[in-house]
């Protein structure tokens, strides 16, 4: 609807045409201005011209919107049609998740991982697996000592605390807890909390009666052979100490699966090592500065562990692999480790990671598989992919998925 609007000002008449369009519930007002005094023949003339204008207008905006948002497509799509589970076929755990193929965001990415894992099985590549500690806290231990009872994988990387937690939980269990617990009434409780699982501190006192004689014994072989052990050996002598099939290191000792660690000095196992230091009358006192400890008198005769022939060992697992495979739960020091080792190599064919650093800041716990290639960490043309989420949740589907079947 259009209609002419007549305003006075300085006795003078300015005409405007006017139309009202309707969006919804709303009317909006559209104006033309037609001139000032005007005859009705000049009238008559503007509002024509003014009405095919605003008219033009609405079909121009028109044209204009339908061509930006009603574009055509190229019908080449290489991907995967989106479409989820129809539980209308009942409940079948395994299509589920080869569903998640087929569903978009992280589904994918994991179903993706479990095919990359599935090639590095078939293509027999050498199995470099790492974990950080909070995975052996939780339930995940369980999968890791399958895993390695079996021979699913070639090698491990973790931390100290993913050492000593597998033995500890042969010397207690840990439980269920809260993410909210309180931690000063924790403390006074004498139970230390990892996110939700609770780890009562008896489990860390039986975990020093236990491993203390375990490394007096090396000590004493060092004493008497001046072999220095490596942390990967002391793994699979306490390993072979623990003689309980429930430990993760109890069967890589047994079936000779290399358990490199390169934070030993870390958490409680860092601890004993610390505390061993200082038992033994050859140490003459305490070192109470660096420049104290530097001194060979002071240490010559002390505990020590020879992380120089794990580096050297470690690495050169890397070179002459026909096909190297990585798959890494958690981040840090871990996934580094075994990155730069294949870095030796040109790069790992096959990557799978599981965790949920951001790469903003930088870091190498953060950063995704392309980054990798940058450095030859990974191979240009190999396969790979990152997964956010729980690997409490995705990793025992994985391998249900892969090695479980294999």
Known sequence: MSYTEIKERNGKKYYYRVVSVRYGENVQKKREYLGVDLNKEELELKEREADEKLNNSDKKNEKTARKNLLRKNEEKFKGKVIRGYDFNEGVNYENIIKGY??????ASHFAKAIGIINEMIDEKAFIFLGYTSNMVSSGLREVFRYLVEHRKVNVIVTTAGGIEEDFIKCLGDFYSGDFKGVGRDLREKGINRIGNIYAPNDRYVEFEKWVQPVLEEVYNEQKKTGKIITPSELIWK??????????????????????YCPAITDGALGDNVYFSYFKHPDVKEPASSLSTLRTESHYSQSFKI?????????????????????????????????????MLRNGADYS???????EFDGSDAGAMPDEA???????????SVKVFGDATILFPLMVGESFAKK
């Open 306 to 342: 020879d992380i120089v022939r794990d580096v050297v060992e470690f690495n050169n697992l890397t070179i002459g692999l026909k096909k190297s495979g990585i798959l890494i739960l958690g981040s840090g020091i871990v996934k580094h480790s075994i990155l730069n080792a294949n």
């Open 101 to 106: 193929g087929q569903t978009g965001y992280q």
């Open 238 to 259: 306490m390993g072979e100490r623990i003689n309980d099939k429930r430990s993760i290191y109890y069967w890589a000792w047994k079936n000779k699966i290399p358990i």
């Open 373 to 383: 290639v940058s450095w030859g960490k990974l191979k240009a043309e190999g396969k």
């Open 352 to 358: 799978v990671y599981i965790n949920n650093s951001q």
